[in-house]
């Protein structure tokens, strides 16, 4: 049998895609950036299926790339241009398996799309926590692979504190079954959390067991302007201070977001009065929180840290509000090409980089307009950089000065994107050799002959 029979056994015959014209948006990241090439596209509809597919490539020695939502930032999920990958996508794998409302779990396909998982637990009377913009096509298993934040990581913590068991097929094809709804469980190392942020380089992650929380009885969700940076810090210690765990959203954008998304969108009214910078807030809780809520706003404007606020009256405006967030990424991508930045500092450094780096960028390369918004909450920064659509300046020389700048604050070069394909170079400084000598150790380990999604994480 040749390769690509053998591949067909595996998964049936429907399932493996050899046309370019199919395969094309398989081969492309979500921001049309990179495109790379595949011998084949499958789409695997069991786990016994996947695992037969890895085999199959292994005893071949054809390269896996697992892919998702294909919704990444990272170019983590799409083939290098060698053309000599499969790529695994996971979309028919999704299946919600199990609810368990009075166990707070819920256990799932690795396909499973985000929004339709906090769907189901919604309709239990419980939340799934992770959010984010496009929760609507990011599936579970990318979310895993990439240990995805989001909006609410300040309060409850990334994609890492959501996962209780996994099921991944390793690089032979073996199926591992971890699919333990355990809140203890100390037998021997926890080899899952070895698959979490591994962006599909170590294995397959194709089913998960997931913690739900109770869902809030009651949301609150404010926008306050702001004049200077700084002044959101200050406003994050006192909503903490004010609303405890109540506080499950603080996120910043600059007047430069609002702009943009206007000059797309022009019948829009601007969200308030403007601003220098927005923080958009939000509590949720089992009981009532206007009081609270309110009071602490008040806080804020009477201790001069916010300047303007407008609160949510009902779900339609609270959704307005996030629109302004969340809507970002896309109107960043229809004003160009852009260097992409997913970086952290210390939460109470953001400001002091936030500026330093606009004032290093903006100075050194004219025509580069920096637009550094995201979870401040979290010291997490897109620090991104839109660019002349004439190519005139470097992405990689822009990110060079960047990323030297995140280094003098201690910072990551990547908070929550992960590494992919985009930032892999760059990985060798922000990790000392050491540190780079384990992770190839563990990488050769469990995928020895480098089968793995090559290319990404690793140069
Ligand atoms: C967000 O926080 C996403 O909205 C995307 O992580 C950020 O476009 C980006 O850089
Ligand atoms: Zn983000």
């Known amino acids: 049998m040749t390769f690509f029979e053998e591949l067909s056994r595996a998964c049936g015959p429907g399932a493996l895609l050899q046309d370019p014209a199919l395969i094309a948006p398989y081969v492309t990241d979500w921001r049309g950036t990179f495109t790379g090439r595949a011998l084949a596209v499958v789409r695997p509809a069991s786990v016994n299926e996947v695992a037969e597919i890895v085999r199959v490539c292994a005893q071949n020695r054809v390269a896996v790339v697992p892919q998702g939502g294909n919704t990444g930032l990272a170019v983590g999920a799409t083939p290098l241009d060698a053309g000599d990958a499969v790529v695994l996508s996971l979309v028919r794998l999704n299946r919600i398996r199990d609810l368990d409302a009075d166990g707070f779990t819920i256990s799932v396909d690795a396909g499973c799309v985000l929004a339709d998982v906090r769907e189901r637990a919604s309709q239990a009377g419980r939340l799934f926590p992770l959010s984010l913009a496009a929760e609507g096509s990011a599936q579970i298993g990318g979310l895993i692979s990439t240990n995805a934040g989001g909006t609410s990581v300040v309060r409850y913590g990334t994609m890492r504190a959501q996962v209780l068991g996994l099921e991944v097929v390793l690089a032979d094809g073996t199926r591992l079954d971890g699919m333990r709804a355990l809140r203890k469980d100390n037998a021997g190392y926890d080899w899952k959390q070895l698959f979490i942020g591994a962006e599909g380089t170590l294995g397959i992650v194709t089913g998960a067991v997931l913690k739900l929380v109770p869902k809030p009885r009651f949301v609150a969700t404010a926008l306050l302007g702001i004049d200077r940076l700084q002044d959101a810090v200050r406003a994050f210690g006192v909503l903490q201070h004010m609303l405890g765990e109540t506080l499950s959203a603080f996120e910043f954008f600059p007047q430069r977001a609002v702009a943009l998304r206007l000059a797309h969108e022009p019948a829009l009214a601007p969200p308030m009065?403007?601003?220098?910078?927005?923080?958009?807030?939000?509590?949720?809780?089992?009981?009532?929180?206007?009081?609270?809520?309110?009071?602490?706003?008040?806080?804020?404007?009477?201790?001069?840290?916010?300047?303007?606020?407008?609160?949510?009256?009902?779900?339609n405006r609270r959704h307005e509000l996030w629109m302004w967030r969340e809507s970002i990424t896309e109107h960043e991508r229809r004003a160009g090409p852009s260097a992409k930045h997913d970086v952290s500092v210390a939460i109470s450094?953001?400001?002091?980089?936030?500026?330093?780096?606009?004032?290093?960028?903006?100075?050194?390369?004219?025509?580069?307009?920096?637009?550094?918004?995201?979870?401040?909450?979290?010291?997490?920064?897109?620090?991104?950089?839109?660019?002349?659509?004439?190519?005139?300046?470097?992405?990689?020389?822009?990110?060079?000065?960047?990323?030297?700048?995140?280094?003098q604050y201690g910072g990551s070069i990547t908070a929550e994107h992960g590494i992919g394909r985009y930032r892999r170079e760059d990985l060798l400084a922000q990790r000392s050799p050491g540190e780079m000598a384990l992770m190839r150790a563990v990488k050769r380990a469990l995928d020895p002959s480098g089968v793995m999604n090559p290319g990404a994480v690793f140069s």
Do not use: K
Not at 275 to 283: D, F, I, Q, S, T
Not at 397 to 406: G, I, K, L, N, Q
């Open 273 to 315: 009065g403007e601003r220098a910078w927005y923080l958009l807030v939000e509590a949720s809780s089992a009981l009532a929180l206007d009081d609270a809520f309110e009071t602490a706003l008040a806080e804020t404007l009477d201790g001069g840290c916010a300047a303007d606020a407008v609160v949510a009256t009902d779900s």
């Open 349 to 407: 450094q953001v400001p002091a980089f936030v500026i330093e780096a606009t004032a290093a960028v903006e100075a050194r390369f004219s025509g580069a307009r920096v637009l550094a918004f995201g979870h401040i909450g979290d010291g997490n920064v897109h620090f991104n950089v839109l660019l002349p659509a004439d190519g005139s300046i470097p992405r990689e020389d822009v990110t060079a000065v960047v990323h030297a700048m995140v280094r």
